[in-house]
């Protein structure tokens, strides 16, 4: 019988990079199952088209299934869904509303009840060998003080409902684990662009922060909350993330755990600043504001939002109480060659890629 790799999130970000590592990592005859939305099925045929115009032996390997993780079955065809759960021996799940500012009832329908029909859909797998989801290291909510992998629920309070729903959708995938469901947890901190080329596809996060200071003339207004002396910022780049995961995913002794994809050793507030100002060529100009008044006015005041292109539930992770640990991460992940770079080593990278295509 063939085997297969099913995977959500493709042609999204980090799911497009992925689909790349594990051609590379399994064989010929094993083929890559994605399951694509309706909506972005002509931007999935694009990818799969440009994959296999740069890499020809891997012609016919991306298999593209329109499919909706929020209804049951995916929205497949029954005997089209039980084909496939016959051929899985591994799933990627990466699908979700990755926004901050995303209402409580659409992140309950994606990001909760989609990983529900996802671990269902596992379930129904008999030659399933690992469930492989992709949760958040923003689970740990605003809980103060040291967030360890082995943790989740701490009785934390949320940012806002996107950390809620991730939150509740691991909860889901660790009782799965914990009943014998072969899972494995990646969480990764704030992604950024490729270390190495500074490309992305998303400008959200951090991006908010750079493309409002560049657009300002030399000195630019900014600003802060809180002491920016207390408080970290876990940056990570898409690359270390991406190759994180494949790497680890292969491991035998990966089922069961769960990995905190951060920093550990990440910038404080007060040295990003210091690092933006560099890396763009701006002089600062600081502006002392409480966080709840910066979203307040930006909700508020007609066209700010626009005008500034931040989002303001982004004030959040500048006065974030929660600083994580990843030692499982780096104990899997030693004489592996793969280790997560300082945001400081690759900023140019990102600001010159943000510059050419923003």
Same mark, same amino acid.
């Given at each position: 019988m063939s085997q297969a790799i099913f +995977?959500?999130?493709?042609?999204?970000?980090?799911?497009?990079?992925l689909v790349v590592r594990l051609l590379e990592r399994y064989p010929s005859e094993v083929s890559l199952a994605c399951l694509v939305q309706s909506k972005f099925w002509p931007l999935a045929e694009q990818r799969v088209a440009d994959l296999e115009k740069q890499h020809p032996q891997w012609a016919g390997r991306i298999q593209l299934f329109n499919g909706d993780i929020t209804v049951a079955n995916l929205g497949l065809e029954p005997k089209l869904s039980q084909r496939l759960q016959a051929e899985i $021996?591994?799933?990627?799940?990466?699908?979700?509303?990755?926004?901050?500012?995303?209402?409580?009832? +659409?992140?309950?329908?994606?990001?909760? !009840?989609?990983?529900?029909?996802? +671990?269902?859909?596992? !379930?129904?797998?008999?030659? @399933?060998?690992?469930?492989?989801?992709?949760?958040?290291?923003? $689970?740990?909510?605003?809980?103060k003080g040291l967030f360890r992998?082995?943790? @989740?629920?701490?009785?934390?309070?949320?940012?806002?409902?996107? !950390?809620?729903?991730?939150?509740?959708?691991?909860?889901?995938?660790?009782?799965?684990?914990?009943?014998?469901?072969?899972?494995?947890?990646?969480?990764?901190?704030? $992604?950024?662009?490729?270390?190495?080329?500074g490309a992305t596809q998303k400008y959200d996060g951090l991006y908010y @922060? @750079?493309?409002?200071?560049?657009?300002?003339?030399?000195?630019? +207004? $900014?600003?802060?909350?809180?002491?920016?002396?207390?408080?970290?910022?876990?940056?990570?780049?898409?690359?270390?993330?991406?190759?994180?995961?494949?790497?680890?995913?292969?491991?035998e002794q990966s089922k069961g755990k769960v990995y905190q994809l951060c920093d550990p050793h990440p910038l404080t507030v007060e040295q990003l600043l210091k690092l933006v100002a560099q890396a763009t060529a701006h002089r600062l100009i600081r502006l002392p504001l409480p966080a709840a008044l910066a979203q307040t006015v930006?909700?508020?005041?007609?066209?700010?939002?626009?005008?500034?292109?931040? !989002?303001?539930?982004?004030?959040?992770?500048?006065t974030h109480p929660t600083v994580y640990s990843c030692e499982e991460t780096m104990r899997d992940l030693a004489g592996s060659g793969i280790s997560c770079p300082s945001y400081a080593d690759y900023i140019s990278l990102l600001i010159s890629f943000l510059r050419e295509h923003w």
């Open positions: +995977l959500t999130g493709f042609p999204g970000f980090l799911g497009s990079e $021996v591994e799933i990627y799940h990466l699908a979700a509303i990755y926004d901050l500012g995303v209402t409580r009832p +659409l992140g309950l329908r994606v990001n909760v !009840e989609g990983t529900r029909f996802m +671990l269902g859909f596992a !379930e129904g797998s008999p030659n @399933l060998r690992r469930f492989h989801y992709i949760s958040t290291c923003y $689970v740990s909510g605003r809980y992998e082995t943790d @989740l629920d701490k009785g934390q309070t949320f940012n806002n409902y996107y !950390e809620e729903t991730k939150y509740l959708a691991e909860v889901a995938v660790q009782e799965r684990m914990a009943q014998g469901l072969p899972i494995t947890i990646y969480r990764p901190a704030i $992604v950024q662009g490729d270390s190495r080329t @922060l @750079l493309r409002w200071i560049m657009r300002q003339p030399r000195w630019a +207004l $900014v600003p802060v909350l809180g002491n920016p002396r207390h408080y970290e910022v876990n940056l990570v780049p898409s690359d270390f993330v991406v190759e994180a995961i494949t790497y680890l995913s292969g491991l930006l909700k508020k005041i007609p066209g700010l939002r626009r005008f500034t292109g931040i !989002e303001p539930e982004a004030f959040n992770y500048f």
